[in-house]
């Protein structure tokens, strides 16, 4: 048994308070590198992620802005004194591939969030897959150990079009929906910069529209985030929870 499997079961037998199981499905392509802000073109080209890009110096990157974002949620989790004993992120990154950043445990529990780096293009259908391979996981442990949960929550973020295995997009669509519509997954999806191929994106959510990002405002996303983790985490699981309006950050 790895460590972190023994971490992910420790923290079962330790704390039996009911979990909120996120996962961050997070898109860290090539696009992700790009810029807004206080720029200076260089002249020069390259081509990455599916399109031409011009090269510039300055400006503050998506990709730092994330980062910073994910930080906060973090920080907010931690002080919040139901939600730092239910709350169990994982993220899940996907550029030419999907891999697991930081698996499930309790938040305080884990070390810090390692880097981000923009790379590659949009393996978007098998970030999803694992994403929710690692959701199918945690909740087997929990039923295994016998901690209650509540409905986990998917926020899948993305600044351009899938341009992985077609046939990983199409099965990730197929499972998230069935998922949604049986009302075992919440989905956020979040379209990043004015790229996104929002159709795409929306095949995800069969009862919600994407929302876009008003420019770099990850923090004011990731705080109304936390603050939809907290209500969560002081219900019931299984009742119905009216999550703050979504303002000051989308653009619906």
Known sequence: MDNNMLIRIQDLVENPTARV?????????GSMAAVEGDCVPTGETFFEDGREWNLVTGGISRI?????????????IKEDEMAVYSAEIC???FDNQARCLVDFANVERQGDIPELEAQGDTAMGEGVNLALDLLER???????KG????????????????NGSNSEYMRAVQRTVD????????????????????????????KRPALKLQGLKF??????LSK??????????????KLDPVSGWAEL
């Open 138 to 144: 945690r909740k087997q442990e929990y039923k295994d």
């Open 219 to 224: 923090g004011e996303f990731f705080s109304w």
């Open 21 to 29: 199981p996120i996962c961050l499905c997070l898109d860290t392509s």
């Open 179 to 206: 998922m949604v519509n049986s009302r075992k997954l919440t989905i956020f999806p979040i379209a990043i910069g004015d790229e996104t191929d929002l159709s795409a994106l929306n095949k995800f959510s069969p």
């Open 91 to 93: 993220i899940v990154t």
């Open 228 to 241: 939809s983790v907290s209500k969560t985490s002081q219900s019931t699981p299984g009742e119905s929870v």
């Open 147 to 162: 901690v209650d949960y509540y409905q986990p929550w998917l926020v899948l973020m993305t600044d351009g079009v899938p």
């Open 64 to 76: 730092n802005e994330l980062k910073k974002g994910i930080d906060l949620f973090y920080d907010a």
